[in-house]
Every structure is written in structure tokens, then in C-alpha cells.
């Protein structure tokens, strides 16, 4: 095991790592696991990966999880990287590649975070769990859960997608449907968690499912061969998969596996809430909650996100952008990349291609660059988006 501690990313406060902590005692914002990557680096090396599972679990070292009893798996994680030939001929592109994240355990990349977040839960001595949702997370704490013989209490807004809904109930959990947002939905958990014994496992406000979501980073370094690519476009809400990769980009550093150079982080909103794109914009480090927030790509539905700080640093320390699509322009490239690459996306994952057509035409993206395009769930759990 070696966690050292968990460090609060904004104010720097030390907590202790073995205890089931959410925010930071000090300032209420988000907890960072940290290592001993030194020691990490002993027996977790590039060589010894060679030989190891294929799922996120293969980096041991750096997952904070002290005995291999208390992992609990559904097999997530080292999904395909595909060159997306076609769509890059399109778009005047030779190196344009899908992440995609829809083959993971409940076809989403949540199943990262939440093997993670209920391993640690599970190794804490938590046994029931409650979560805000906006479907995909719901559907993989429920299912991750289960397989831990822990509770699920999920609380998802009305108008989720009934897929998302449905698996919840198959998998045992305890599902209540909300008028409202997300962020409601977080209100209600964290109005009734401490009556009901829940551990709140909200996204950013625990420091684990960041761990598993983090192993996209280091998964992209392997599968490029320990390059980074150029561009990495990824379809945002909390930010936890953007704010981790870039946890991870440090961390390899600190290992000695990668150098300093780092990919452009691009950010993609929905037209219809878009705060982090407003906060780009406007030069801000925390972003306003957007106001009316509406769009059919369910995860993006995020009217205000607890590491919109993180975020927006990682956008600019790595000289990237933020960009807001229309609804129209995303259900319009599940289509495009589906017929040109047989990948069906979840509308948040479609959401990248018209971000990286306006990049090319704003010259933002060179035609020789290597640009990954990150699709973060399927196509399949939104039949209502579909369906006019
Ligand atoms: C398919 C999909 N993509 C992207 C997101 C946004 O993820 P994050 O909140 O980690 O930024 C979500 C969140 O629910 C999602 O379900
Ligand atoms: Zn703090």
C-alpha cells in the first residue's frame, strides 16, 4: 500500500488516509489521494505491466486499496483505443483516435470510478452507500454495490434516462426520482445522509472514484507507448475524468515513465449548461452555477461542479479550451461517428466531434496531430434521445 495521505486541493490541509472522509475538514473542498511513487515505482514498472490483467487494476500501486480482498471488480477499465480512420479522413486528420469508454462494466466510464470509491468503501467499513446521479454513476454504484453486498441509495432526476433507471432497480438498489437537477438530488443526500448512516459517495466529494477514474491517464500513456497524444477532448460535468488524467499525467512524471510535455485538455459542454465553458471564457477560477440547465446528453447536465477549479486549472495550464455544442450538433455526430466507425456513443461522448470541428477551423488543431477523442458511455441507455 502506498497511499501517504489525502491532501486537500485547494487549501493543502493533510488528512489522515485510512478513514471514510468526504471533503476537507478545513475548507470543504475536494481531498487528493497521495502516494509514496517512489516506492509505487518498485514493482510497478512498464516492463512488469506486460504481464498483468487487463482491467484498471493492473496499476495496483498507484489505486488505494490496501488488501486485494476488498477490491470489487466487474472487469473495468483498459477499454480500446481505436484509430478512427474514416472519421479522421473527414475531418483531415491521420491520427485521430476513440477512447471508448462504453465497453466498460454498465457501459460507462463511471464503472472506474465506482470500482474504486465502494472497494474503498467496502475496505472503510461503509455499508450503505447513497448518490446523486445523473444515470450513468447511479447505474454503476448500483451495480458495484451489488457485487459488494453493500446498500445503494440513488437519487437521479426525473427525467434520466429510463435505461439508467431500470438497471438500477435490477441490480437491488434503492432508487428515488427527483423533480429537479443534480444538483438537488446531491441537496437531498446530503440533507438525509447522516440520519440514514449513508457514506455520500458524490463525485468529487470522496476521494476515491478520482482514483479509478484517473487510470484513463495512465491508460493512454500505455496504449500510445508511453506518448501522450496532442489534444485530449472529453465530454465534461463534474470533471472528475479530466481532473484525474491529469492527477495521472503527474504522477507518471513523478515515476519518470512520461516527461513534463501534457496533452491540450479540451472541454465540452452542452449549449444548455455550459459553466465551465462561462468560467473559460470569462477568466474565472470557479465557475458560476448555470442557470435553466437543459440538454439531452443527461451527464452533462452539471449546473454546478464542486472541482470546477481543478478543471479550469488543468485547461489552462495545458494551454487547452472549453467549448459548448448544441444539442442538435451532438445527436447529429452520434450518428457521424457511428456510420463512419460502428461505435454507437452516448450523446456526452458525441459531444467531442463538433468541439474538434471547431477546433480545426479555429486552426486550434493541426492536421498531423494526434487527437483522442474520449467516448465516455453508450449510445444504447438513451433510446428517449433518439426517439423524436
Ligand atoms: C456518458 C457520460 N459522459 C460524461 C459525463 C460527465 O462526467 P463527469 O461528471 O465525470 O465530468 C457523464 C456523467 O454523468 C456521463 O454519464
Ligand atoms: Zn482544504
Redesign the pocket.
Known amino acids: 500500500m502506498n497511499v501517504t495521505h489525502l491532501e ?1 486541493a ?4 493533510h488528512h489522515e488516509a485510512r478513514r471514510l472522509l468526504n471533503l ?1 475538514l ?4 475536494p481531498l487528493l489521494v497521495r502516494y509514496d511513487l517512489k516506492a509505487a515505482a518498485i514493482s510497478l514498472t512498464k516492463d512488469s505491466l506486460k504481464s498483468r490483467g487487463c482491467d484498471l487494476w493492473r496499476y495496483r500501486e498507484v489505486l488505494p486499496v490496501e488488501n486485494d480482498e476488498n477490491v470489487v471488480s466487474l472487469g473495468e477499465g483498459f477499454t480500446p483505443l481505436l484509430h478512427a480512420g474514416r472519421l479522421g479522413a473527414k475531418l483531415g486528420l491521420r491520427q485521430l483516435y476513440l477512447k471508448d469508454e462504453g465497453q466498460n462494466p454498465t457501459q460507462s466510464f463511471k464503472a472506474r470510478g465506482m470500482t474504486a470509491a465502494v472497494s474503498m468503501a467496502k475496505e472503510l467499513g461503509a455499508r450503505k452507500l447513497a448518490v446523486p446521479s445523473a444515470g450513468n454513476a447511479a447505474g454503476a454504484l448500483a451495480a458495484y454495490a451489488a457485487r459488494a453486498g453493500l446498500e445503494a441509495h440513488i437519487f437521479m432526476p426525473k427525467d434520466t434516462p429510463r435505461a439508467n433507471v431500470i438497471e438500477c432497480e435490477q441490480t437491488g438498489a434503492h432508487v428515488t426520482l427527483m423533480d429537479g437537477l443534480i444538483t438537488d438530488c446531491g441537496a437531498e443526500v446530503a440533507r438525509r445522509k447522516e440520519a440514514e448512516g449513508w457514506f455520500d459517495v458524490s463525485t468529487l466529494k470522496e476521494p476515491y472514484r478520482i482514483e479509478g477514474k484517473k487510470t484513463m491517464g495512465y491508460e493512454l500513456a500505455e496504449q500510445f507507448d508511453w506518448q501522450l497524444p496532442d489534444v485530449i477532448i472529453y465530454p465534461t460535468g463534474g470533471g472528475t475524468g479530466l481532473i484525474g488524467m491529469w492527477k495521472a499525467f503527474d504522477e507518471m512524471e513523478q515515476m519518470g515513465w512520461i516527461g513534463s510535455k501534457r496533452p491540450r485538455m479540451v472541454t465540452v459542454q452542452a449549449a444548455g449548461c455550459a459553466p465551465i465553458v462561462r468560467a473559460f471564457e470569462a477568466g474565472k477560477r470557479f465557475a458560476d452555477e448555470f442557470p435553466n440547465a437543459h440538454t439531452t446528453a443527461s451527464g452533462l447536465r452539471v449546473p454546478r461542479a464542486i472541482g470546477d477549479f481543478l478543471i479550469l486549472d488543468a485547461l489552462r495550464a495545458s494551454g487547452g479550451a472549453a467549448i459548448a455544442v448544441t444539442d442538435e450538433e451532438l445527436l447529429e455526430a452520434t450518428r457521424e461517428i457511428g456510420a463512419a466507425e460502428g461505435i454507437f456513443c452516448a450523446p456526452e461522448g458525441a459531444a467531442c466531434l463538433p468541439a474538434l470541428k471547431k477546433l480545426i477551423a479555429d486552426g486550434a488543431v493541426k492536421p498531423d496531430e494526434r487527437v483522442v477523442l474520449f467516448n465516455t458511455g453508450s449510445g444504447v441507455k438513451y433510446v428517449e434521445s433518439f426517439s423524436s
Open positions: 486537500c485547494a487549501c493543502g490541509l476537507c478545513q475548507c470543504g473542498k
